[in-house]
């Protein structure tokens, strides 16, 4: 299944009980709202597919991972309505990632940056390049990693979550991302990470679904109040994004 639009594509195949899933934007594969909201819907689709066992996470391209929100959403808010709505659709995002029945298996080929990073922290299975670093920079254009935090600390810690958050102009590698949990291997290249990767998923794709499923919901213990918190946050978000100092950055950081 392919869903096309002018804020970017997503690309949904099924072979061999494994469903793949291609997000992909032509500014750096950043995510507008339309496009949360479809990668939304579909893993709620996938969710609930007794074909598939096991979903992969990837986006399109060899550049960027993901580069985060749209910076051009982001400028066009206008109202604490509108900024909480724009971040509630990575509140979603994460908690249908959260409450999907299948192991989701991220691909990250590249750099990574704000939300990106939260999406790669909401997958079960990480496969990374050496290239891809990450930032959290959302100190530096005024507002802060609110809604993403509590699945970026769950996967690497308070401590290595303010590390990141409060140094928001300097990319920590993938290396680093792999020695606090972020990412469980990497690899030199992409033809490296795709072979390890179709491995890896071709087994886990023939294990007992019933048990998958239960152990995802082991991994995500603890978790129950996120429907609620990730909103609270994204209202936050939304707050701080009408402020004369984002504004000036987002414009900054456009140019």
Known sequence: MASENPNGSLITSIENKIATLQFEHPASNSFPRQLLDLLT???????????????VLKSGG???????????ELLAVTNLEEGKYFFSGFAHLINAM????????????GKTVGGGVGIASACDYVFATKSASIKLSELAIGIGPFVIEPAVSRKIG????????LSAHEWKSAD??????LYAETYENIEDLDLALTNFCSKLS????????????????????????????????GKLVLSDFTRNALEQFKK
């Open 206 to 237: 023939n294990y007992n679904p019933e048990a998958l499923a239960e152990m995802k919901m082991v991994f995500w213990e603890g978790t129950e109040n996120w429907d609620q918190l990730l909103v609270d946050r994204a209202a936050i978000s």
């Open 41 to 55: 819907a579909e893993l709620n689709n996938l969710s609930e597919n007794q074909n598939v066992s096991l979903i």
């Open 176 to 181: 680093w991302a792999t020695a606090k949990g």
């Open 62 to 72: 060899s550049g960027a991972f993901c580069a985060g929100a749209s910076f051009d």
């Open 98 to 109: 959260r409450n999907c029945k299948k192991i989701i298996v991220g691909r990250v080929h």
């Open 158 to 165: 308070k401590t290595a979550l303010s590390e990141m958050t």
